[in-house]
């Protein structure tokens, strides 16, 4: 399971490894937390016109990559809090699909890298899901509600979190960076003609691998949890 604040965040930091791990077999759900409203600056759009329209790239990125499921928890975009309510709604998820492993957000902000300062729904959408997989979504005196709604607990296994300053984890993205390159551009209202986002997603994967003998990589904080 990738959790993630945005609908094309996932494409930006993992896709490369979401497309291998569909090729392998595995089970992919997307969870995307906010409804993507704010991200233009086209004033002729609607928020809740941008929110459809985002939807729907991300339901076809989502078949570029061949995941199980995308799903919409619909929360405002740029207000993203690490609530108790979004722990609980991403905690139902990790119940209902049962994942093994979880892809998270960061939730520390990295003042280490330059041009660029982080996103705050981002930071929230990491809390929000390191909250969820433990102690929420294993224990079954937590959000009884969810019991109640016939939710059973579920033990997470391992957890990679992206954009970490310190990663100890590099996967081989280099067969499979096509594919997450075109399930980016599946995002026209946030790439335009994908020119810039095509050398961004290769230059840092390119640079990830640089040392590690791979062509491309992504790179993650590995957690083993017992
Ligand atoms: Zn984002």
Redesign the pocket.
Known sequence: MVI???P??AEYGCAGTMVKWCREGMEVVLVICTDGSKGTSDREVTGPQLADIRRREQIASGEAIGLKKVVFLGYEDSMLQPTLELRRDIAREIRRYKPDVVISPSPVRNLFVTGYLG?P??LAAGEATLSAVFPAARDYLTFPDLLDEGFEPHKVREVLITEHRDPDMWVDVSDTIELAIAALKEHVSQVGDGVEDDRWMRNWRKQAGEHHGMKYAETFRHYHLH
Request: negative net charge; charged residues 40%; proline residues 0%.
């Open positions: 993630v604040a945005h094309d965040d996103h729904d981002h």
